[in-house]
T-cell receptor, first 114, second 110 residues
Framework: EPEVTQTPSHQVTQMGQEVILRCVPI?????FYWYRQILGQKVEFLVS????????KSEIFDDQFSVERPDGSNFTLKIRSTKLEDSAMYFC????????????FGSGTRLTVV | QKEVEQDPGPLSVPEGAIVSLNCTYS??????FMWYRQYSRKGPELLMY????GNKEDGRFTAQVDKSSKYISLFIRDSQPSDSATYLC??????????FGQGTELSVKP
């Protein structure tokens, strides 16, 4: 079964450092997303991406965050200057169409900011 | 008011029990509803996807949507210890954003 692949599975970084979280969405999907889940809290939407541009972003997704699809297969989330409160699980997801059918999540990257 | 509300539990049932998980939502723009299962420190895994009011069945799982009362449910028949996980309901509109509930932690005891 097709899956969304995320790397690394766990990243530890010092406060103020930049991190790049990587995702390989399902190959024929067109819509890409990032979500995050702080420990013990709900899964929260960060950003959606379609046709090489951001289609929607949440209030969490401020100027320290950016997304990119540098080639035909990868989708990345960059956090420019990490803060302690950025520590969370970050999930990438992709879907094939605008109805959300087949909306599939990766296993996540656990980001720990120290 | 939160867009999707879900009792976080925890909910503990004996093996073989019927489990009922429920959510309410406030956003009338939601057109689709999903149920995801999440194991500890793993990504959400899609269980059920529904569009219209009514029931949808898949094996031991039944999803129910009542748009008039903005109420969604997931029923698990003959629950198994392997069903122990957190169950997340979510609403989706054509903007592409999923709005999740808090998740209900379920434990099925052998």
């Amino acid at each position: 079964e097709p899956e969304v692949t995320q790397t690394p599975s766990h990243q530890v970084t010092q406060m103020g450092q930049e991190v790049i979280l990587r995702c390989v969405p399902i190959s024929n999907h067109l819509y890409f997303y990032w979500y995050r889940q702080i420990l013990g809290q709900k899964v929260e939407f960060l950003v959606s991406f379609y046709n090489n541009e951001i289609s929607e972003k949440s209030e969490i997704f401020d100027d320290q965050f950016s997304v990119e699809r540098p080639d035909g297969s990868n989708f990345t989330l960059k956090i420019r200057s990490t803060k302690l409160e950025d520590s969370a699980m970050y999930f990438c997801a992709s879907s094939g169409g605008g109805t959300g059918e087949g909306y599939t999540f990766g296993s996540g990257t656990r980001l720990t900011v120290v | 008011q939160k867009e999707v509300e879900q009792d976080p539990g925890p909910l503990s049932v004996p093996e073989g029990a019927i489990v009922s998980l429920n959510c309410t939502y406030s956003n009338s723009a939601f057109q689709y509803f999903m149920w995801y299962r999440q194991y500890s420190r793993k990504g959400p895994e899609l269980l059920m996807y529904t569009y219209s009011s009514g029931n949808k069945e898949d094996g031991r799982f039944t999803a129910q949507v009542d748009k008039s009362s903005k109420y969604i449910s997931l029923f698990i028949r003959d629950s198994q210890p392997s069903d122990s996980a957190t169950y997340l309901c979510a609403g989706y509109n054509q903007g592409g954003k999923l709005i999740f509930g808090q998740g209900t932690e379920l434990s099925v005891k052998p």
